[in-house]
């Protein structure tokens, strides 16, 4: 089945100590996004890729990074992991823009624990 | 900046009982998403409205939207215990060649007793 697959499942680092995230998928999408949601929050968008096109949402720290070697796997770098980055980290992906719509399919997600 | 605003955020519902969700959003969109998430889990698509008018059911719950009203409701219908989740609504309110950049709604905690 295609699909978005997200490992580890969880992880846990140290305060400073950096930490990658990685997503594959299966189903051929162009745009990959990274999500953080954090308790009994909503997601919040940090940045997505289209193709190799990078975009960064305006209020995304610095500290969080994002590479994309080829269109199945997109990874997520925290270079400095602080208290406040715990968090469930989720990665989604659409089809082409311009289509009538373009829904997200999201992978199960990475727990992150900073200790 | 579009913002959306769902209400209630937290529903405590009787088994068996109807009740409604309600997701405003503050910009021109006609593409409105609603997902379901368990705890510790991602999310869920549930359904998808492209347009004014549009009406979506599966099992009991039936979702929405009036572009006008810049409202998306979700419906549910007899309401039983699986149904237990937070319920999210996302709006793409970019059109055209957007990426499909989501903005969610605070999300509502859904509680189904007996």
């Known amino acids: 089945d295609a699909m978005v697959i997200q490992n580890p499942r969880y992880q846990v680092t140290q305060f400073g100590k950096p930490v990658t995230l990685s997503c594959s998928q299966t189903?051929?999408?162009?745009?990959m996004y990274w999500y953080q949601q954090k308790s009994s929050q909503a997601p919040k968008l940090l940045f997505h890729?289209?193709?190799?096109?990078?975009?960064n949402e305006a209020d995304t720290p610095d500290n969080f990074q994002s590479r994309r070697p080829n269109t199945s796997f997109c990874f997520l770098d925290i270079r400095s992991p602080g208290l406040g980055d715990a968090a469930m980290y989720l990665c989604?992906?659409?089809?082409?823009?311009?289509?009538?719509?373009?829904?997200?399919?999201f992978g199960p997600g990475t727990r992150l624990t900073v200790l | 900046e579009l913002k959306v605003e769902q209400n209630p955020l937290f529903l405590s519902m009787q088994e068996g009982k109807n009740y409604t969700i309600y997701c405003n959003y503050s910009?021109?969109?006609?593409?409105l998403y609603w997902y379901r998430q368990d705890p510790g889990k991602s999310l869920e698509s549930l359904f998808v409205?492209?347009?004014?008018?549009a009406v979506k059911q599966e099992g009991r719950l039936m979702a929405s939207l009036d572009t006008k009203a810049r409202l998306s409701t979700l419906h549910i219908t007899a309401a039983v215990h699986d149904l237990s989740a937070t319920y999210f609504c996302?709006?793409?309110?970019?059109?055209?060649?957007?990426?499909?950049?989501?903005?969610f709604g605070q999300g509502t905690i859904l509680t189904v007793h007996p």
């Open positions: 989604a992906t659409s089809r082409v823009p311009g289509l009538l719509y373009n829904e997200q399919f």
């Open positions: 996302a709006v793409d309110a970019a059109g055209g060649t957007s990426y499909g950049k989501l903005t």
């Open positions: 189903l051929n999408h162009n745009v």
């Open positions: 890729y289209y193709d190799k096109d990078f975009n």
């Open positions: 910009t021109t969109s006609d593409r």
């Open positions: 409205l492209l347009s004014n008018g």
